[in-house]
T-cell receptor, first 111, second 114 residues
Framework: EDKVVQSPLSLVVHEGDTVTLNCSYEVTNFRSLLWYKQEKKAPTFLFMLTSSGIEKKSGRLSSILDKKELFSILNITATQTGDSAVYLCANSGGSNYKLTFGKGTLLTVNP | NAGVTQTPKFQVLKTGQSMTLQCAQDMNHEYMSWYRQDPGMGLRLIHYSVGAGITDQGEVPNGYNVSRSTTEDFPLRLLSAAPSQTSVYFC?????????????FGPGTRLTVT
């Protein structure tokens, strides 16, 4: 059974801090790993990673995948209050059409 | 382009009642999925479809039915609602052309079963 574990489950930081969110996974047949941001509504897509060692970047957010050690990290630099959200990691493995999600990391950025 | 739409936004049911949650997308996406999200549980896949006429079960399919008669619509039916089905339900779609795994989510339906 595919499994995705995120840590920490929650995190409180101050504006300007840098944070690292972790995602480890077990899959029968790895295809891709995805990160989503969820505010008080539907998740929105951030990154998709398929290859080890290639960093994806979007502004202050970046993510990297390690397929050997089966984990990914999401970094957010110079955090802002608007970064407060639940960050979800998901893995596609075993089947082309299914995503297995982790429980998410609740990030709170205080001014 | 409305993206993925879901109706209703909120619903309260009594135990044993049935209802259909509607989901539609106007992006001509082949793949559609239904998830439920419970506090502290992330998203769990209920059913999914890879095209019109084709559906399959996800991780938590019991108590739910789906059908896909058109590319655009993917309704989720609760046959006999139970309090354990109190949750937020998200529909999602994705395209094989852009990458199957980049799913676009609807705004969600918050369902309470009393």
């Amino acid at each position: 059974e595919d499994k995705v574990v995120q840590s920490p489950l929650s995190l409180v930081v101050h504006e300007g801090d840098t944070v690292t969110l972790n995602c480890s996974y077990e899959v029968t047949n790895f295809r891709s790993l995805l990160w989503y941001k969820q505010e008080k509504k539907a998740p929105t897509f951030l990154f998709m990673l398929t290859s080890s060692g290639i960093e994806k970047k979007s502004g202050r957010l970046s993510s990297i995948l390690d397929k050997k050690e089966l984990f990914s990290i999401l970094n957010i630099t110079a955090t802002q209050t608007g970064d407060s959200a639940v960050y979800l990691c998901a893995n596609s493995g075993g089947s082309n059409y299914k995503l297995t999600f982790g429980k998410g990391t609740l990030l709170t950025v205080n001014p | 382009n409305a993206g993925v739409t879901q109706t209703p936004k909120f619903q309260v049911l009594k135990t044993g009642q049935s209802m259909t949650l509607q989901c539609a997308q106007d992006m001509n996406h082949e793949y559609m999925s239904w998830y439920r999200q419970d506090p502290g549980m992330g998203l769990r896949l209920i059913h999914y479809s890879v095209g019109a006429g084709i559906t399959d079960q996800g991780e938590v399919p019991n108590g739910y039915n789906v059908s896909r008669s058109t590319t655009e619509d993917f309704p989720l039916r609760l046959l006999s609602a139970a309090p354990s089905q109190t949750s937020v339900y998200f529909c999602a779609s994705s395209s094989a052309d852009r990458g199957l795994y980049e799913q676009y989510f609807g705004p969600g339906t918050r369902l309470t079963v009393t």
